[in-house]
């Protein structure tokens, strides 16, 4: 019988990956700066063909686990390595400036000043997820199962995040280069426009997610995960706040230089967070996880638009967030209705619901005027660039385009 391999070293080994990790974020951050995304491309490919490459050798060649573990950890360190070095040649491209010298320790206070509250937040954000993770064990002491539905939910909600994060990290940016004073114009078209935009990407996509959970889930696993599908719709609800401009106005408290009140709001999330989930999770197992983690940062939001408004006199246009959340609960109403209906297999339940879906809610927004031929214009601009899925997008904004003409006549 083959021994398993002790685990220590596998730690040891992997540990490394950290190192390489804070370069992969280094370098991303600097290439999202200086809008040059397409080398952060460049560093992750290189990741993955590096990544990919060194496992199959390496498990290959009769090392087994640790095989993987080292492949994995060489393709995140080159992938840092490789991130540096790209940031290294665009730095040596920028323009130097030449009649002041910089001041190395005043430069280094700022960046602290400005850093750390990112820093302490982050820290307390991921001890906060730590917290409900080890407190679910302690609830299900001689069951697993609620735990792996809920790892199967986790895993695809992952789905939405496609859509979020190239939103959110282009925001941050986008925002630091409009100064609120001199522009305020500006300034409030861009963060309404960025909710707005969001929402008309995000938030159908959950809402078909949480009207379709079921068979999702059946078709993709099996039946043999009965709770999934209602936590998959749980998790979803937390996408939803990007109507409320969720996505929005962290990037924009970042951008202006605003981060100690960005962890003032992190601390309330926490104050809040970690009472309720000792409290709902040590009581209801996984949906007190959930039900912890969409209440818990909701304060932090409401704070958040208010602090925005008082300071630069900006708001999110609830009129059209309305619509946008109308037109989605419409087509996730009709869809489930519809989808509960049929008693084919779930692959072809899936199938119809995604098609129904996405003709009601198409009809939804014109009629709810939620979108125009502006706001389609601007899309088409925005997804240019994403090959197949821009193209796909484009031949749905044109279905779009010939539906308000339809209606209107």
Known sequence: MRKSPRPVPLIQIVSISILGGGLINAATAAFTGIEKMELNSVMLVCQSIIKTFVIITLVILGLGTAGATIGFTVGILMAGLIGIILTWTLYR??????????????????????????????????????????????????????????????????????????????????????????????????????????????????ALIICLSEPAVSTLFGSTYGAAPLFLALLSFSYLYAAFGSLSMENLIKSQGQTKYFFKLTIITAAIGFPMGAILILRFGVLGLIVSTLTAGLPSIFLSLRWIKRHYDVSVDWSSSARILLSSAVAAVVTFLVNSQLGFASWIRLIVGVVVFVLVVAVAAVLTRAINQSDIGSLRDMTSSLGFVGRLLNKFLGFMVKLMKTLKT
């Not at 280094?108 to 906060?128: D, E």
């Not at 940016?173 to 522009?183: E, M």
């Open 93 to 206: 491209k920028l323009p130097k400036p030449s009649n002041h010298k910089l001041e190395i320790k005043a430069y280094i206070a700022a960046m602290f000043q400005y850093g750390a509250p990112i820093s302490l937040s982050a820290i307390i954000s991921g001890f906060l997820g730590q917290f409900y993770a080890f407190l679910l064990p302690i609830y299900y002491s001689t069951d697993n199962v609620a735990i792996g539905n809920y790892g199967i939910a986790a895993n695809f909600v992952v789905l939405i995040s496609f859509f979020v994060l190239p939103i959110s990290t282009m925001l941050f940016p986008a925002f630091s280069k409009i100064d609120p004073q001199k522009d305020k114009g500006t300034f409030k078209n861009v963060f309404q426009y960025s909710v707005k935009y969001a929402s008309l990407l995000v938030v159908p996509v959950a």
